[in-house]
C-alpha cells in the first residue's frame, strides 16, 4: 500500500516538473519595453492580458490534475 501512494506521488511530482517546465518556457519570451517609464508599458497591454489569462488557465488545469491525483491507485503503464 505504501509503495503504491509512493509511485503515485512521483507521478504527481514528475507533472508538476512539466508546468514549470511550460511556465519557465513562457517567461522567457517576455521582454522589456525600450524606456524605462510606465508610459512605455501602456502598448503592451494586449501581451500582458494574454499572459495572465495563459497563466490563469495552466494554474487552473494544475490545480485540477492535483485534486485528481488524490484519487489515483497503482499507476499503470498506460497512465504513465
Known amino acids: 500500500m505504501h509503495e503504491e501512494k509512493e ?3 512521483r507521478l504527481a511530482a514528475y507533472s508538476d516538473a512539466v508546468f ?23 502598448p503592451l497591454w494586449p501581451t500582458a492580458i494574454s499572459y495572465v489569462v495563459s497563466y490563469v488557465f ?3 488545469v494544475w490545480i485540477n490534475h492535483h485534486h485528481l491525483m488524490r484519487f489515483v491507485g497503482t499507476p499503470t503503464l498506460g497512465l504513465v
Open 7 to 9: 509511485t503515485a506521488h
Open 58 to 60: 495552466i494554474a487552473i
Open 20 to 42: 514549470a517546465v511550460i511556465v519557465t518556457v513562457m517567461v522567457l519570451e517576455l521582454r522589456a519595453p525600450e524606456q524605462a517609464a510606465f508610459s512605455a508599458l501602456w
